[in-house]
């Protein structure tokens, strides 16, 4: 490892300055026009497939569009994964369920589309849904099928299908029954309807959930059946919530009050909590709530100290969406799977001849405080770790940059653990601040702040850094002290730097990290991929992903770096990092 000290640095930062206070989660070079076919860009797949930022151990095709992961599960000794797909180009339509298998959800095996629109209940599209595993072993899918292209962006129904062949362990074939939609809306808005939920049993019926909205209100939909065919809508919505407009994707599971372990999605009995995850469509961000579920009412309430709506908690504060959760019986936990979009144009995401990844699977469980969740990569990932590099006590001074020599920076595992004598240096937080938008607040801090030099932080990684910085992508703490002497810790990850290439969406991304100072450390892990970061604070308690195109800063060019623009000198305690290899097979 070598020392470097570099004034250039943080001149490039402060020309930087962070001004970007756009948080969209967007794709094709900003907000996404999600829903929204481009037709000359349909025409042919192409075999010109671009490297360069492909990633080498995230989830991907070989080519083509991808969106949400649908139904991830496990069933006979596989994991499936099921994922919205585009057979004919790098742009969101035509929409189908690809459909990959996995012994340990790092190596992929393609299959045949497990859906595709054929019917007319899914003439136009077979979007998004869940599975089900019913008694003795037996997995359904619900799936919204769109059965006519108007009113925009489609009339919305909810089908299932079952497995041709029930002793096929690698599912490949999938029947859908004449008797489909199962769900046809009523009073519900025919445009705004899908995504089913992952059913649960209770009380003699199953239940599960749609996302919808009436006018500006974001909405779950409850309904019930005894067959899973015959499906009756609840009198009352599961949860709903004004002015949040459409929820997709929502996912409604337990999670238990003791320990890491996930437990089953109809579990009811010992310690348990409820969760409600809704992705909002306005803003292409994601919040969840951790809440009751009144069995007797079939309802659910958020905790006082969970927030609904955009000021609320988030799996991942960067470019995260339309997630999903499963139980794994196998391993006794719960499982999230996530999309992240391209932040590059779509004339790039055509040329490229792809577009979105499926984020590295995280276990999910509750935090001990009972206020938030936590997540972590799940441990299989470990067994594509290469090279290790190792080092104690680095001792970082305000300004310094050390490199991490001896990994593939561009496709690596980074840990660290940072730890300070003294938290006198914390910054003062700007009381101005609280009257910024509280849904965006950590973010605009970042924006404010950045790695500009602070006084306890910031310090973190540059991570898939050019030699002379002139491309980096920093993830980092800041800490402030607050008039009522607490302390927020401030996580931000910044594409602003990221690329040379200024036409791409490069974003920053910040999240407050809920966490006790007295031990006076912090930890730091990010999964760096080529064009996605994606960093874990305090051991998943604030979770952030970027994507970024740097054009220096590639392959064998690019650079890890750990950093301090703090006055308080802060010591790396332990760092572990590994150059990743890439799995056997991926699709
Ligand atoms: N993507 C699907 C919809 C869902 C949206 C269509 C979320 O079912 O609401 O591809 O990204």
């Not at 992705?279 to 079939?298: A, H, P, Q």
């Amino acid at each position: 490892m070598m020392r470097v000290f570099t004034k250039m640095f943080w001149v490039i930062a402060l020309v930087c300055l962070f001004p970007l206070l756009d948080n969209i989660n967007g794709g094709g070079g900003g907000v996404m026009a999600f829903h929204k076919e481009y037709i000359h860009y349909q025409l042919t797949t192409t075999n010109n497939v671009d490297q360069l930022y492909r990633t080498g151990y995230h989830f991907q095709p070989k080519q083509n569009w991808i969106n949400d992961p649908n139904a991830p599960m496990y069933y006979k000794g596989y994991y499936h994964l099921f994922y919205q797909y585009n057979p004919k180009g790098a742009v969101w339509g035509n929409i189908v369920w690809a459909h990959s298998v996995s012994k340990d959800m790092i190596n992929w095996i393609p299959l045949e589309p497990a859906i595709v629109p054929s019917k007319p209940f899914d003439k136009y599209g077979c979007w998004s849904g869940s599975t089900t595993i019913l008694p003795g072993n037996k997995p359904v899918i619900l799936y919204t099928g769109i059965i006519d292209l108007k009113p925009a962006p489609g009339h919305q129904v909810q089908n299932y299908a079952i497995p041709a062949n029930y002793s096929d362990p690698l599912l490949r074939e999938w029947i859908k029954p004449d008797d489909n939609p199962i769900v046809k809306p009523t009073s519900e808005n025919v445009s705004s309807f899908r995504d089913p939920t992952t059913a649960w049993f209770n009380n003699g019926h199953w239940k599960m959930t749609v996302g919808s909205k009436h006018n500006k209100r974001g909405i779950v939909y409850l309904y019930r059946s005894r067959d899973f065919v015959k499906w009756t809508k609840a009198k009352h919505t599961l949860h709903d919530k004004k002015d949040t407009g459409m929820w997709e994707c929502p996912d409604f599971f337990p999670v238990s009050t003791q320990g890491t372990n996930g437990v089953e999605t109809s579990a009811l009995m010992g310690g348990i909590k409820h969760v409600l995850k809704v992705s909002l469509d306005v803003t292409r961000f994601e919040y969840y709530t951790i809440g009751t579920y009144n069995t007797m009412k079939d309802k659910y309430y958020p905790d006082s100290t969970s927030v609904d709506g955009w000021a609320g908690l988030r799996y991942d504060y960067g470019n995260f969406y339309a997630s999903k959760t499963f139980f794994d019986p196998v391993q006794k936990r719960r499982i999230l799977w996530g999309w992240a979009n391209e932040s590059s144009t779509t004339a790039e995401d055509v040329a490229k001849g792809w577009a979105g990844i499926q984020l590295i699977p995280r276990m999910v469980w509750l935090d001990p405080s009972g206020k938030q969740l936590v997540q972590w990569p799940i441990h299989e990932l470990k067994t594509l770790r290469g090279e290790k590099v190792h080092r104690r006590n680095v001792k970082l001074n305000k300004g310094d940059i050390v490199e991490v020599k001896g990994i593939t920076a561009a496709q690596a595992d980074v840990e660290a653990s940072f730890k300070f004598s003294s938290l006198d240096e914390a910054e003062t937080f700007d009381p101005k601040w609280s009257k910024l938008p509280a849904e965006n607040l950590a973010l605009e801090i970042c924006g404010i702040t950045g790695t500009k030099q602070g006084g306890l932080g910031p310090f973190g990684f540059l991570t898939l850094a050019s030699n002379k910085l002139e491309e980096h992508t920093p993830v980092f703490f800041r800490i402030f002290k607050t008039t009522d002497n607490k302390h927020k810790i401030l996580m931000c990850s910044d594409a602003k730097p990221s690329s040379l290439n200024k036409g791409t969406y490069r974003p920053s991304f910040a999240g407050f990290v809920d966490v006790d100072l007295s031990k006076k450390k912090l930890s730091l892990k990010s999964l760096i991929d080529h064009s996605v970061v994606e960093s874990f604070g305090e051991g998943g308690k604030t979770v952030i992903t970027s994507r970024v195109y740097p054009t220096l800063a590639v392959g064998k060019h690019a650079h890890l770096y750990l950093f301090n623009n703090g006055t308080e000198t802060v010591t790396v305690d332990r760092l572990d990092a590994w150059s990743m290899k890439n799995p056997l097979l991926m699709n």
